[in-house]
């Protein structure tokens, strides 16, 4: 993609091309080299430090290596094994294959638990293919889905995001069951990702879980500080633009380098009218932001109750926490009892509003933290 002035080459949301994505070139070797191999992958970081961009980049490589078929989807809304199975579906049927008329009738006659209905496009002329699985076919029909990959015969890479809900699901056997058909495939190749560390870390590494050591683990941290500030100092001056080395720091350090976060920044910064960007700006940027989610943060506040927002209080000071429950953390922030913290403390890990990581707390929205950093002040 040829950059122009207009473009904010800091995207938030999807992946472009290599150009504009920062580093990530050991975890992407190490991902390439795993699923050429054979090696089914699991992915595990905190939101939105950038595991779904790594993905479709590391889909990109794939595809410039060799013919292989590249599919996503993310399964954090589905609630049942039907809703995933649907959603499965949706991706993968049709996604191998031309849309012409005579792969289509291949198609349906593949699949005998759904009911599958093709229209064409009014404006390309394209068939369009529409499906349903009734609740009581659900299992059915996902063999079906498997029946169908293995029979294209095609490489095939699938990414599946926030793979822990699936121990969720009402129906009992659903982690055995998927990976039964997973252990069998030969040209499909898997990656698992999951924001929730500790129960992706239980899908896999325990030894009485069906995906027992099936996968190669890999863990994503935050990107090297040097890389950033290198790799947005380039993007600024391809713009015409100056970002100093210190609004670059300033951007990364505030927010403890938590990739969606700093792209904000940049973002930000990036769509000033100055071509000198300065920790000034910086500045000014964060506190725009913190004044326009206010509302929100507030709102949160209020869903919580008083104890555990004072918990989050002292966190956010801190910065990070790595023993919430020791007497000079409680005493410093005057939190109470060891039992209450203790209570609010996984009241908050469930809520997501805090997140452990490699042994340290810290409050999952790094703006939100901020905020209440600024107003315990």
């Known amino acids: 993609m040829k950059h122009t002035e207009n473009l904010n080459p800091f995207f938030l949301t999807g992946y472009k091309n290599p150009e504009y994505f920062c580093d990530r070139e050991k975890e992407t070797k190490k991902m390439v080299e ?4 054979g090696r089914n992958l699991t992915l595990i970081s905190p939101r939105r430090m950038g595991k779904t961009g790594l993905i479709h980049h590391v889909f990109h490589l794939l595809k410039e290596k060799q ?6 989807f993310d399964i954090y809304h589905t609630q049942t094994l039907h809703d995933f199975v649907q959603i499965f579906a949706g991706t993968v049927i049709g ?7 005579k792969l289509m009738t291949k198609i349906f006659s593949l699949f005998k638990s759904l009911r599958l209905v093709l229209t064409t496009d009014n404006l390309s002329g394209t068939p369009e293919l529409t499906f349903d699985i009734s609740p009581e076919k659900t299992e059915s029909s996902l063999e079906e889905i498997f029946d169908y990959l293995a029979n294209t015969g095609k490489t095939c ?3 599946i995001d926030e793979f822990q809900q699936i121990t969720n699901y009402p129906e009992k056997g659903v982690e055995a069951l998927l990976r039964s058909y997973i252990q069998r495939m030969t040209n499909v190749h898997f990656i698992f990702s999951g924001s929730q560390k500790h129960i992706m870390e239980n899908l896999f590494v325990s030894a009485s879980r069906p995906f027992y050591q099936s996968t190669q683990l890999l863990q994503l941290k935050e990107i090297d500080e040097n890389e950033y500030v ?3 100092q380039r993007l600024f001056k391809k713009g015409n633009k100056t970002l100093t080395s210190e609004a670059c720091e300033r ?12 792209q904000m920044l940049f973002n930000r910064l990036y769509s000033s009218s100055n071509q000198l960007v300065t920790i000034a700006d910086m500045e000014k940027v964060l506190d725009d932001i913190l004044e326009e989610n206010e509302a929100t943060f507030s709102t949160y506040c209020k869903l919580i109750t008083d104890k555990q927002k004072n918990l989050l209080k002292a966190i956010a000071i801190d910065g990070t926490v790595s023993e919430p429950t020791a007497s000079d953390f409680i005493g410093r922030h005057n939190l109470g009892a060891s039992s209450t ?3 609010s403390l996984k009241n908050l890990l469930n809520k997501e509003l805090l997140f452990e990581n490699r042994g340290s707390y810290f409050i999952y929205d790094r ?3 901020l905020w209440l950093r600024k107003i315990s002040v």
């Open 67 to 72: 013919d292989a078929f590249c599919i996503y």
């Open 157 to 159: 890479y699938i990414a």
């Open 95 to 101: 996604s191998l294959d031309t849309k012409s008329q």
């Open 367 to 369: 703006f939100f933290s």
């Open 341 to 343: 913290v203790s209570v």
């Open 230 to 232: 290198s790799f947005a």
């Open 34 to 37: 795993a699923l050429v191999n």
């Open 251 to 262: 951007a990364y350090q505030v927010v403890g380098g938590h990739t969606w976060y700093v």
